[in-house]
T-cell receptor
Framework: KQEVTQIPAALSVPEGENLVLNCSFT??????LQWFRQDPGKGLTSLLL???SQREQTSGRLNASLDKSSGRSTLYIAASQPGDSATYLC????????????WGAGTKLIIKP | DTGVSQDPRHKITKRGQNVTFRCDPI?????LYWYRQTLGQGPEFLTY????????KSRLLSDRFSAERPKGSFSTLEIQRTEQGDSAMYLC????????????????FGPGTRLLVL
């Protein structure tokens, strides 16, 4: 059974710091890995999608990396701001999971002003 | 286009009642997904449509759950004889792909419908 794990479950850092969120997955034959943001009581917003052939994707202050051999992805947030406070979820897709998104439970991030 | 919309945003019902949720995907998106999310967990896949065809259903989707997408546009998710365990956020997502199978497309999520069964 494919699993996606995110550690820590919660993280609190002062504004302005650079930070890294971690995601590990058990299925090495993934098609892609995605990072989403979820604000309290809201739906999910796709942040970055990394294809299996790619090593990283960047959008503004966000950079996501993918290492299929180790089963890990990281989301790097530069110069964090209070507005970055949210829950960040990663999810992968693979043929073995019949292309279903397999989700982690998320990391709740709090940026302190 | 303003994105995926869901209605209602919140629903409180008594155990045993039926409820129906609606999802309007982004126009021209041919795929539509339903997920369920409980507090502190990632979403769980329920079912998905390509155009009007329901192509896959999760084992989580018991006989009390039914979903339709009659004209390949909006979709409804009905839960019959609700139970307290059905309390969750129900999320809808849509995507556009030319591929015959899923994968490698970004799903756009709606704001969700939060269901509370008393």
């Amino acid at each position: 059974k494919q699993e996606v794990t995110q550690i820590p479950a919660a993280l609190s850092v002062p504004e302005g710091e650079n930070l890294v969120l971690n995601c590990s997955f058990t299925d090495s034959a993934i098609y892609n890995l995605q990072w989403f943001r979820q604000d309290p009581g809201k739906g999910l917003t796709s942040l970055l999608l990394i294809q299996s052939s790619q090593r990283e994707q960047t959008s503004g202050r966000l950079n996501a990396s993918l290492d299929k051999s180790s089963g890990r992805s990281t989301l790097y947030i530069a110069a964090s701001q209070p507005g970055d406070s949210a829950t960040y979820l990663c999810a992968d897709q693979s043929m073995d999971s019949n292309y279903q998104l397999i989700w982690g439970a998320g990391t709740k991030l709090i940026i302190k002003p | 286009d303003t994105g995926v919309s869901q209605d209602p945003r919140h629903k409180i019902t008594k155990r045993g009642q039926n409820v129906t949720f609606r999802c309007d995907p982004i126009s021209e998106h041919n795929r539509l997904y339903w997920y369920r999310q409980t507090l502190g967990q990632g979403p769980e896949f329920l079912t998905y449509f390509q155009n009007e065809a329901q192509l896959e259903k999760s084992r989580l989707l018991s006989d009390r759950f039914s979903a339709e997408r009659p004209k390949g546009s909006f979709s409804t998710l009905e839960i019959q004889r609700t139970e307290q365990g059905d309390s969750a956020m129900y999320l809808c997502a849509s995507s556009r792909t030319l591929r015959p199978t899923r994968g490698q497309e970004t799903q756009y999520f709606g704001p969700g419908t939060r269901l509370l069964v008393l």
